[in-house]
C-alpha cells in the first residue's frame, strides 16, 4: 500500500490546504509498506554500525542516514561521508564544521562516531529522531512529486525554525540560509529579490536580506522569525510571488533541482 500526497489545488490555497491536513497526511504516509521495510531495515541493522566505515559500507543504511538529514545526492560519496562522520563536532577545524551546510554538521554530531561517548547508534531516542527525520525527508519528496513549490515550502519552514533555534550569530544564520541553495531560493522568492543578487557582495547580501526581512515581517533577524506569525507571512509572500506563471517557472522549477541536488558539494558544501 503506498499513499500519495493529496493536495487538490495549486499556490496559496493549495499550500493552507495542506498545512490543515498535514498530520494526517504525515500518518497515512508513514504507513506506506515500502516505507515500512525500509525503516525496519534500519532499526534491525544501525546498531551493528559501531563505526563510520560500517555505516558507509552497508548502502541501504547509509542511504537511509543522508536521507534523513536531506544529503542523499551524496550516497554514492562514500569516502566523503566517512571523512564528515569521522569529525570530531567539538572540533573547529573538522570537516563537518568547515562546510557551509550545517546538516552535515548535524549530520555527524547526531551519529557521534568521533564524539565523547560516541557511537549513538545503539541509543534508542537517538535511532528515533534519525527515523522522524527519514519519514519528513521522505514525506517531502513525496509532496514534490504532487507539487514542488509545497516541497519547497515544507523545506523552508523546517530548515528556517532549525537555523533559528540554533546557537550562532544572527549574521551566522543568515549565511546558513544562504550556504543552503533551496533556502537561497526560497528567500529570494519570498522577499522579491532578483536572481542576480548573489552576485552582489556578500555584506551587501546581509543587509538587503535584513532590510527586506524587516519591511515584510517586522524582523530582521531569523532568530525573530517565529514572533507574530513572521514565517507565516513569508510562506505567504512566497507562494504569492511564484504563483504568477513565468515565477513559478523560474523559482519552483530551479528551487526543486536545487533540493534534489542539496547534497551537491558544488553548491551547498564549499568551505567557509
Do not use: C, H
Amino acid at each position: 500500500m503506498t499513499f500519495n500526497p493529496v493536495i487538490p489545488l495549486g499556490g496559496l490555497q493549495g499550500w493552507r490546504f495542506l498545512d490543515r491536513t498535514l498530520e494526517t497526511q504525515k500518518t497515512a504516509f508513514a504507513r506506506s509498506t515500502s516505507l515500512a521495510r525500509e525503516e525496519a531495515y534500519f532499526r534491525e541493522n544501525i546498531g551493528k554500525a559501531r563505526t563510520a566505515e560500517a555505516l558507509v559500507a552497508d548502502r541501504r543504511l547509509l542511504s537511509f542516514a543522508l536521507d534523513a538529514f536531506g544529503l542523499g545526492a551524496d550516497v554514492n560519496s562514500r569516502a566523503f561521508v566517512r571523512k564528515v562522520l569521522e569529525s570530531a563536532t567539538g572540533d573547529g577545524s573538522a570537516l563537518a564544521n568547515r562546510l557551509a551546510d550545517q546538516r552535515y554538521r548535524d549530520f555527524a554530531r547526531t551519529f557521534g562516531f568521533a564524539d565523547p561517548g560516541g557511537p549513538r547508534t545503539t541509543v534508542g531516542a537517538t535511532v528515533d529522531r534519525i527515523v522522524s527525520f527519514w519519514r519528513e525527508e521522505r514525506f517531502e519528496t513525496a509532496v514534490g512529486d504532487v507539487d514542488p513549490g509545497m516541497r519547497i515550502a515544507l523545506n523552508a519552514r523546517q530548515e528556517i525554525a532549525r537555523i533559528a533555534a540554533a546557537p550562532n550569530t544572527d549574521d551566522g544564520r543568515w549565511l546558513a540560509v544562504l550556504g543552503s541553495a533551496p533556502l537561497r531560493e526560497f528567500m529570494q522568492t519570498a522577499l522579491g529579490l532578483p536572481r542576480a543578487f548573489g552576485s552582489i557582495d556578500l555584506d551587501q547580501q546581509l543587509v538587503t536580506l535584513r532590510r527586506r526581512a524587516g519591511s515584510l515581517l517586522g524582523q530582521e533577524e531569523i532568530s525573530g522569525f517565529a514572533a507574530a506569525g513572521a514565517m507565516d507571512k513569508l510562506l505567504r509572500n512566497y507562494f504569492v510571488r511564484s504563483e504568477a506563471p513565468a515565477a513559478a517557472s523560474r523559482s519552483q522549477g530551479a528551487a526543486l533541482t536545487l533540493l534534489s541536488q542539496a547534497a551537491s558539494r558544488g553548491s551547498l558544501s564549499r568551505l567557509i
